[in-house]
């Protein structure tokens, strides 16, 4: 039996605003250019200060961090690449960078991620967008597809992470809010995801599996605008291939809850961990055990930003 540790956090919804507006350093090109950041409510600073010195605080706690999508308040090249400056950009001051731009690199410890359909929502206004492909191509290498990273350990038992864009592609966009908010279990990218699994199982039979996705399935009362289209199929295949575990979010409110024929796919939908919203913002500390090829154990502790002292509390000793 081996464990493994996590930090989840989704949603962040950078935008280039989310650095300077509060300091109150370049406003009027703000304003003249960042209409979109204006129109999606990108993170504040002081909530991605929090984040990144959360997890400098608990690096020795976690052994790797996953965020669930929507880490830019939308698909431009300066949203994406204000994103990508607070995962990727080096510590140079705790958890700042050298030009004090909170950073998740402090934490020292590997990022694994996908995009939401934030991500996606390109320059012209449409689903699809690639350019977060080309932004991040050194996280995330598998376009609209699956993709999987491996935690291992020396007696043979590891975890994987297996991943599934299930963002629209334009063709199924079809208006402006759908393309914004919706994605699709598309047929042939969640038989991607149960091969890649089967796959796993074969070449590694002492791995436990966890689903990883942004968009919640079977998310109780989310508006109709936003939730995962054909998502009965990706349920199905879940139970179908025996994962137990899936983390996403997208919907900006933590839940654990039950799904399948016999509620034995638990999924995590993780709240968002920056953006400005009527939520509390939230992380999500994880320890799984993987025992003979199985996830035999799922704990998580939500921790939550507390707005009066402006960060994220410690954790407890136990996950």
Not at 8 to 33: P, T
Not at 260 to 277: D, I, M, W, Y
Not at 307 to 317: R, W
């Amino acid at each position: 039996m081996e464990r493994f540790r996590l930090l989840h956090l989704s949603d962040l919804h950078i935008g280039e605003s989310s650095f300077y507006a509060e300091r109150g350093e370049n406003r009027i090109r703000q304003v003249k250019r960042g209409l979109r950041d204006l129109f999606f409510r990108p993170a504040s600073l002081p909530r991605l200060s929090a984040v990144a010195r959360f997890a400098f605080r608990e690096r020795n706690r976690i052994e790797a961090l996953l965020i669930s999508g929507d880490l830019a308040s939308c698909g431009t090249a300066r949203a994406l690449q204000a994103a990508l400056e607070f995962v990727d950009a080096p510590a140079a001051d705790l958890w700042q960078s050298a030009v004090r731009i909170p950073t998740l690199r402090s934490a020292s410890r590997p990022i694994h991620l996908l995009p939401g359909n934030h991500d996606r929502f390109d320059d012209v206004g449409g689903a699809g967008g690639r350019l977060f492909d080309r932004v991040f191509m050194d996280y995330w290498t598998a376009g609209q597809g699956c993709g999987q990273v491996e935690l291992k350990r020396a007696s043979g038992e590891s975890l994987f992470l297996a991943f599934c864009d299930l963002t629209l592609v334009p063709d199924d966009a079809s208006s402006f809010v759908t393309a914004w908010g919706q994605g699709k279990a598309y047929s042939d990218r969640v038989g991607d995801l149960v091969s890649c699994t089967a796959r796993i199982r074969a070449l590694r039979p002492l791995a436990g599996i966890v689903w990883v996705v942004h968009f919640a399935p079977g998310f109780a009362g989310i508006s109709s605008l936003l939730r995962l289209l054909d998502e009965e199929d990706l349920i199905r295949a879940a139970e179908k291939a025996g994962i137990n575990y899936i983390l996403c979010g997208h919907t900006h409110e933590y839940r654990l809850y039950s799904l399948g024929a016999e509620k034995a796919v638990a999924v995590l939908c993780a709240g968002s961990a920056a953006q400005r919203c009527e939520r509390p913002n939230s992380l999500h500390a994880i320890e799984l055990e993987v025992s003979a090829g199985a996830v035999t154990k799922f704990d998580h502790q939500a921790v939550f930003f507390d707005p009066v002292e402006g960060c994220f509390p410690s954790l407890p000793d136990a996950v």
